[in-house]
Nanobody, 130 residues
């Protein structure tokens, strides 16, 4: 299953962007899909995840109240609505899918679970100017 991200771009602080992650087929209910980001010189950060089965979301503290994750009814597209963007949101954003797991050997964290045997797209750049 391939994942393709889109929707990134250049926006002023306070603005909004909507990222999309399209899978080549629907994702099963045992999976989670997450948005992760990495800025130059910084560690990867888990931004938001959604459980495909029940749609329950996870948000990092840094984006709570500003970002909203959702999934379409066909379970093949995940959206990340990003509002009130800040300069510190600047990063390469990429989506990752994986089995919902609880083993610490998996490194893509979604709060109380992790994405096991993950695979992801190439990412989309988000740049927020002051």
């Amino acid at each position: 299953v391939q994942l393709v991200e889109s929707g990134g771009g250049l926006v002023q602080a306070g603005g909004s962007l909507r990222l999309s992650c399209v899978a080549s087929r629907s994702i099963g209910d045992d999976y989670g899909i997450g948005w992760f980001r990495q800025a130059p010189g910084k560690e990867r950060e888990g931004v938001s995840c959604i459980s495909v089965g029940d749609g329950s979301p996870y948000y990092a503290d840094s984006v709570k109240g500003r970002f909203t994750i959702s999934i379409n009814s066909a379970k093949n597209t995940v959206y990340l609505q990003m509002d009130s963007l800040k300069v510190e949101d600047t990063a390469l954003y990429y989506c990752v899918a994986g089995l919902r797991q609880w083993s610490s050997r998996f490194t893509h964290s979604c709060g109380d679970y992790r994405l096991g045997f993950p695979w992801g797209g190439r990412g989309t750049q988000v740049t927020v100017s002051s």
